[in-house]
């Protein structure tokens, strides 16, 4: 997608042809920085710090960090050491095993001295499926959005209520959530996009605020709290989210935040769908409530918050009083009962073991 009218990707090789590039989200909106990844211990640190976010470029970032891995030490000891160090730095979104998984298998049975450029040329490859599979999420989810918008009556636009970000940032392009927005928006179909927030990082304000805003759509930033009575006042025709891990049930682990916005959807007869890549299915899980790992991430993520001053300045200030403690459970599980269903580059289907079965038939 653009940004300043110009083309990027969220993951990149340098001229180098092995340093691997990616932009630095955790200075979004107010900074745009591109950070060199050049080791195995760099790759971590930007997933778990979260340079660099969202389950389809953690999956990325993850295959570049292994291509990075086999340069320092392509050794059977050196593949598990960098599959250990990278497995472990955020427990929810799927795409981090998947992507692991995948490239562990493919590297093992190679001869030590070209696995650093099977890994490379592996890692490209995804970036270009992901790409690929989210624009066809975005057909797909297109479909739904016409619908939505030929049932409407009147010229205004079909407003979309949004959690956290899945756009382009949270994958390698065009997002996951928000490629049917972006597809509707580019057809002249009036779409307007409710961002919440999305605390304790705020990704919403600082993320999809800032990449509708680079793409031209209209949009506004509300509180986290604020979606419920907009659904109740007919401000909302259409709930569309993104998923860290669904689960073969048809439950999705989403950002934090997300079942409150699909209990609301539900109480309001609001559609609710949620967009997700092939890779974030967990096959394995038949209930996500109970057996999808909910990350806990850092206390001063909810204790403090940062900006930019009106002097420019980034800075970060402290919200609640000194000593009180806080909690960050960083996702929650909808159940597959609050989900009208799911969009994925196969196609929408019921949120069910049997709808994902029918369009993954291979996969059960
Ligand atoms: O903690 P984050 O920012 O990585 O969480 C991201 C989300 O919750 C997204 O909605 C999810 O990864 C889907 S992205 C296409």
């Given at each position: 997608?653009?940004?300043?009218?110009?083309?990027?990707?969220?993951?990149?090789?340098?001229?180098?042809?092995?340093?691997?590039?990616?932009?630095?989200?955790t200075r979004?909106p107010h900074r745009?920085?591109?950070?060199?990844?050049?080791?195995?211990?760099?790759?971590?640190?930007?997933?778990?710090?979260?340079?660099?976010?969202?389950?389809?470029?953690?999956?990325?970032?993850?295959?570049?960090?292994?291509?990075?891995?086999?340069?320092?030490?392509?050794?059977?000891?050196?593949?598990?050491?960098?599959?250990?160090?990278?497995?472990?730095?955020?427990?929810?979104?799927?795409?981090?095993?998947?992507?692991?998984?995948?490239?562990?298998?493919?590297?093992?049975?190679?001869?030590?001295?070209?696995?650093?450029?099977?890994?490379?040329?592996?890692?490209?490859?995804?970036?270009?499926?992901?790409?690929?599979?989210?624009?066809?999420?975005?057909?797909?989810?297109?479909?739904?959005?016409?619908?939505?918008?030929?049932?409407?009556?009147?010229?205004?636009?079909?407003?979309?209520?949004?959690?956290?970000?899945?756009?382009?940032?949270?994958?390698?392009?065009?997002?996951?959530?928000?490629?049917?927005?972006?597809?509707?928006?580019?057809?002249?179909?009036?779409?307007?996009?409710?961002?919440?927030?999305?605390?304790?990082?705020n990704?919403?304000?600082a993320?999809?605020?800032?990449?509708?805003?680079?793409?031209?759509?209209?949009?506004?930033?509300?509180?986290?709290?604020?979606?419920?009575?907009?659904?109740?006042?007919?401000?909302?025709?259409?709930?569309?989210?993104?998923?860290?891990?669904?689960?073969?049930?048809?439950?999705?682990?989403?950002?934090?935040?997300?079942?409150?916005?699909?209990?609301?959807?539900?109480?309001?007869?609001?559609?609710?769908?949620?967009?997700?890549?092939?890779?974030?299915?967990?096959?394995?899980?038949?209930?996500?409530?109970?057996?999808?790992?909910?990350?806990?991430?850092?206390?001063q993520e909810?204790t403090h918050i940062s900006g930019k001053t009106d002097a420019g300045d980034i800075v970060s200030v402290q919200l609640?009083?000194?000593?009180?403690?806080?909690?960050?459970?960083?996702?929650?599980?909808?159940?597959?009962?609050?989900?009208?269903?799911?969009?994925?580059?196969?196609?929408?289907?019921?949120?069910?073991?049997?709808?994902?079965?029918?369009?993954?038939?291979?996969?059960?």
């Amino acid at each position: 997608m653009n940004i300043n009218g110009q083309a990027h990707r969220t993951i990149w090789l340098a001229d180098d042809g092995w340093t691997v590039e990616i932009i630095d989200q955790t200075r979004l909106p107010h900074r745009f920085e591109i950070e060199p990844l050049t080791t195995l211990d760099a790759a971590a640190h930007a997933i778990r710090a979260m340079l660099v976010r969202g389950a389809p470029l953690i999956g990325a970032t993850a295959a570049y960090g292994m291509a990075l891995a086999m340069r320092e030490d392509s050794s059977d000891a050196g593949l598990d050491k960098a599959y250990a160090l990278l497995n472990a730095t955020r427990p929810t979104a799927i795409n981090l095993r998947w992507a692991l998984d995948d490239m562990r298998a493919r590297l093992r049975d190679q001869p030590q001295d070209q696995r650093a450029d099977i890994a490379y040329a592996r890692a490209a490859q995804m970036c270009d499926e992901d790409v690929a599979i989210n624009s066809a999420i975005g057909d797909h989810g297109l479909e739904v959005i016409r619908a939505v918008h030929a049932a409407a009556p009147g010229d205004g636009p079909v407003n979309i209520l949004t959690h956290c970000n899945a756009g382009w940032l949270a994958t390698v392009d065009w997002g996951t959530a928000l490629a049917p927005i972006y597809k509707a928006h580019d057809l002249g179909i009036p779409v307007h996009v409710w961002a919440d927030e999305t605390r304790p990082r705020n990704q919403g304000a600082a993320l999809t605020a800032w990449e509708l805003g680079q793409h031209g759509v209209s949009h506004a930033v509300i509180a986290d709290n604020a979606g419920g009575h907009l659904m109740q006042h007919g401000m909302v025709d259409l709930c569309i989210t993104g998923t860290d891990r669904t689960a073969a049930s048809g439950d999705v682990a989403n950002k934090i935040g997300t079942y409150l916005k699909a209990l609301a959807a539900r109480d309001n007869e609001i559609p609710f769908y949620v967009a997700l890549p092939s890779p974030t299915i967990d096959w394995t899980l038949s209930d996500g409530v109970r057996d999808i790992p909910i990350e806990e991430r850092d206390q001063q993520e909810v204790t403090h918050i940062s900006g930019k001053t009106d002097a420019g300045d980034i800075v970060s200030v402290q919200l609640t009083p000194d000593g009180s403690p806080a909690g960050n459970y960083a996702f929650d599980v909808t159940p597959a009962r609050l989900v009208t269903g799911l969009i994925t580059e196969r196609g929408v289907c019921p949120a069910s073991r049997d709808g994902l079965a029918g369009l993954f038939p291979e996969r059960v």
